[in-house]
């Protein structure tokens, strides 16, 4: 029988008046402004939620990525990626993130087309990354000439027209890699490689990276495999820290350059896509199998994080690092094993029969494995968030396009509990202590 509507409600007793509050129940959710309505002064500003990460709050509806953090569920349009990771490709994936379905043949090429022709970058742009140091951090490179990219385009700020839309979500997805490996060149002291469109996504990106005199650069099919699978699972993950943040940014209504730029700076941190970094340095760290008791020691007293490890929605394996640590092994045939594994498979081993991870159900998560996966390849280090990046921008990309198309869209404005003082009178400078 259907439930009736006074079912759909949850009954509030404010203790503090003895006022009782029904709120309607959706999507298993209260809105937040309903709590307004509970006062105990009648010119009371009413009760707010207070959730300082977020944590339990959900800011937008969605139908681009869902996760079952306790089952290990990871889905990209209703497709689970285990599946998507073995069946499909990552241009394939990125329409149908921001499509909500797979192309046919005919607009798989069609898209494919507007990507792969979009991979040259303005000549000026290589001025910025001359301009930077040589040790300058990938990341920073990135950020700064996505953001630059905003003023080669000016009319991408018409973003509610459709197609102006979609030529930037074009050329978005496809210079992330260019302008990758043009600050990947300008930090080893190479020439820049331009792009080649005869080859895959995946197959150019490690052309403008690696090729050297040849003409013709040919990339070697299972890493180029291995890039394209990887990019497929860093493609989305819901509103995880920078897709909020390029929502946020985004509710202003900029252009998708600058808004995606701010997504970076967020995935720039070591707790969010820094973390793979953060992995290899950390490996290094521990140097040897005999010293990760010693590590796990330190990290369980606080004194810092298994990089890696640990996740704010996966209460169990993170389902992207199963299939990393599967690609691993396909990488390791070509490239020979990379000597970190063993310690990263026995701090797994270590730190998934020991208590403390146990209980904080902490698990290894989609940063643990990629990054030795990178660094076999001959990637350094300092390129694993922007490999991240590249992953990352359709999935950027369909959040925000999907916010401009939600009718409940408003700019992004949280309240506070302020806890400051008011009023206080000005003492000037002579006669302060
Ligand atoms: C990504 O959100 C996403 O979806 C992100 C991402 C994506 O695809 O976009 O999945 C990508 O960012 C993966 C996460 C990469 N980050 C790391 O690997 C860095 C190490 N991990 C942690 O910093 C941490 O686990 C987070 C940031 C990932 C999650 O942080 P939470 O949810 O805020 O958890 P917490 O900091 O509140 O920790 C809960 C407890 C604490 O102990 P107690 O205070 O209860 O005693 O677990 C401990 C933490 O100290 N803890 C860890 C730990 N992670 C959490 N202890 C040791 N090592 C860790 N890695």
Redesign the pocket.
């Known amino acids: 029988m259907a439930k009736s509507k006074a079912n759909n409600t949850l009954s509030i007793t404010d203790n503090r008046t003895g006022k009782q509050y029904d709120l309607p129940i959706e999507n298993d959710t209260i809105k937040a402004m309903d709590l307004r309505q509970i006062k105990v002064k009648k010119d009371d500003f009413g009760m707010m939620s207070y959730d300082p990460?977020y944590?339990n709050t959900a800011s937008c509806t969605s139908r681009v990525t869902f996760?079952d953090g306790d089952k290990g569920e990871l889905m990209y349009r209703g497709y689970p990626i285990d599946v998507l990771a073995k069946k499909s490709n990552f241009l394939e994936v990125s329409y149908l993130l921001l499509n909500g379905k797979l192309p046919n043949k005919k607009e798989f090429n069609t898209f494919e087309g507007n990507i792969m022709n979009h991979t040259m970058i303005h000549e000026n742009i290589k001025k910025f990354i001359d301009g930077f140091r040589y040790d300058a951090h990938p990341m920073g490179m990135l950020m700064s000439t996505v953001a630059a990219l905003s003023t080669f385009y000016p009319e991408s700020k018409d973003i509610f027209d459709e197609e102006t839309r979609k030529i930037q979500i074009h050329r978005l997805i496809a210079k992330m890699p260019t302008l990758a490996a043009f600050a990947y060149r300008h930090s080893m002291g190479m020439p820049y490689a331009y792009p080649d469109n005869d080859l895959s996504y995946a197959g150019n990106f490690l052309n403008m990276l690696y090729k050297m005199t040849e003409l013709k650069y040919k990339p070697d099919p299972i890493m180029e495999k291995a890039i394209d699978v990887l990019l497929i699972l860093?493609a989305d993950?819901?509103q995880?820290?920078?897709?909020s943040a390029m929502r946020n940014v985004g509710s202003s209504h900029p252009d998708p350059y600058s808004a995606t730029a701010a997504s970076i700076a967020a995935l720039y941190g070591?707790?969010?896509?820094g973390?793979n970094e953060?992995?290899l340095q950390m490996l290094a760290e521990i140097g040897h199998k005999d010293n990760i008791p010693k590590a796990i020691k330190a990290?369980?007293n606080?004194e810092f994080?298994?990089?890696?490890?640990?996740?704010?929605?996966?209460k169990s394996y993170?389902p992207?690092a199963t299939i990393i640590k599967d690609i691993a092994h396909d990488v390791f045939q070509v490239t020979g094993k990379n000597p970190y594994l063993d310690i990263a498979l026995e701090l797994e081993r270590i730190a998934l029969e020991d208590e403390?991870?146990v209980k904080?159900k902490?698990y290894p998560?989609?940063?643990?494995y990629s990054g030795l996966i990178y660094q076999s390849m001959g990637i350094p280090t300092e390129m694993f968030t922007v490999l991240f990046a590249i992953g990352?921008t359709p999935g950027w990309l369909a959040q925000w396009k999907e916010l401009l198309l939600d009718p409940e869209r408003r700019i992004a404005r949280p309240r506070q509990v302020y806890l400051g003082d008011k009023n206080l009178k000005y003492v000037p400078m002579s006669k302060r202590k």
């Not at 995880?240 to 897709?243: D, G, I, K, L, R």
């Not at 070591?270 to 896509?273: N, Q, T």
């Not at 994080?305 to 996966?314: A, D, E, I, K, T």
């Open positions: 990460a944590s996760i860093h993950h819901e995880n820290c920078s897709a070591p707790l969010h896509g973390a953060g992995v990290a369980k606080g994080r298994l990089m890696g490890f640990g996740h704010r929605v996966y993170d992207r403390y991870f904080r902490l998560n989609v940063d643990f990352r």
